[in-house]
């Protein structure tokens, strides 16, 4: 292996094996991290010489995110602290979700996304860890998620304006 594509795997896939198996059979393998890890698995994976590749644990819930004022004191909180985590540990990639719709409607939600994500921004870029917004299909298996096309996912990285802001 060259070292030029560093691939990564989804634990949950794979609930039928420990993350410590799982982590000796991914390195085996020549893969590098596993997504979306919590802070309480990653010395396993250090252990195995991978990284978390996406780190979860900050978000409340796919339906419960940025898009709705009522969760951004905790979702501030709990980012500001994963971010440091994140970065002390050596990784880069922070997961986040907007939440359902309920009855906000796109512009609203996007207003408040930009306006809880931007909280966190700072410390994100000071950090360096990325804070990346999961794009979900709400047509097929994640009905009422609002960050559930492109353009208004691109919408939102522009209006948050950091470098450090992507789509996932």
């Known amino acids: 292996m060259k070292g030029n594509i560093n691939h990564s795997v989804c634990k949950w896939c794979y609930d039928q094996i420990s993350l410590e198996e799982f982590a000796s059979c991914v390195k085996s393998m020549g893969i590098t991290g ?8 990653w010395h396993i994976l250090k252990k195995h010489g991978l990284i978390s590749s ?7 819930s796919l339906t419960e995110g940025w898009n709705d004022k009522q969760y951004h004191d905790t979702l501030e ?16 990639n922070l997961i986040c979700f907007s939440g359902n719709r ?7 939600g996007m207003d408040n ?13 000071k950090k360096g860890v990325i804070i990346n917004m999961e794009l979900l299909n709400s047509k097929i298996d994640h009905e009422d ?4 096309n492109s353009l208004w996912g691109f919408e939102l990285c522009n209006r ?3 470098s450090n802001f992507k789509l996932l």
């Open 34 to 41: 596993i997504d979306l890890m919590e802070p309480k698995q």
């Open 54 to 60: 996406m780190c979860k644990g900050a978000e409340i």
């Open 77 to 92: 909180s709990s980012y500001l602290k994963h971010i440091d985590l994140v970065a002390a540990a050596g990784c880069t």
């Open 102 to 108: 309920r009855t906000i409607d796109d512009e609203t």
């Open 113 to 125: 996304c930009v306006k809880g994500l931007k909280k966190i921004m700072g410390q994100a870029e």
């Open 145 to 148: 998620y609002m960050c559930d």
């Open 160 to 162: 948050v304006g950091s």
